[in-house]
Nanobody, 114 residues
């Protein structure tokens, strides 16, 4: 299983970005896909997750600003990030958990700065 993330970049506070992550290889029909982030000197944290059935969960810090979605036909997960804040600056990683294993993408940098 391989994950290819894209969509990071530099944005001003209050701006928006959309991250995408395409999974390839053997993708089981039941899985959990998520976006995590890691800021310098901090632990990696779950930002948002979505099951193959469409149930979602979010970190309190992003509720109301970020939206996770997925296209099961394309094995792709998206993260729409609105009203971005400087504290959202981090490397964002996509993840798929299936058949008791975790798989990670390469990470994409998101920088929120004026």
């Amino acid at each position: 299983v391989q994950l290819q993330a894209s969509g990071g970049g530099l944005v001003q506070p209050g701006g928006s970005l959309r991250l995408s992550c395409a999974a390839s290889g053997y993708i089981f029909s039941l899985n959990f896909m998520g976006w995590y982030r890691q800021a310098p000197g901090q632990q990696r944290e779950l930002v948002a997750g979505i099951t193959s059935g469409g149930s979602t969960n979010y970190a309190d810090s992003v509720k109301g600003r970020f939206t996770i979605s997925r296209d099961n036909a394309k094995n792709t997960v998206y993260l729409q990030m609105n009203s971005l804040k400087p504290e959202d600056t981090a490397v964002y990683y996509c993840n798929i958990f299936q058949l008791r294993r975790d798989y990670w993408g390469q990470g994409t940098q998101v920088t929120v700065s004026s």
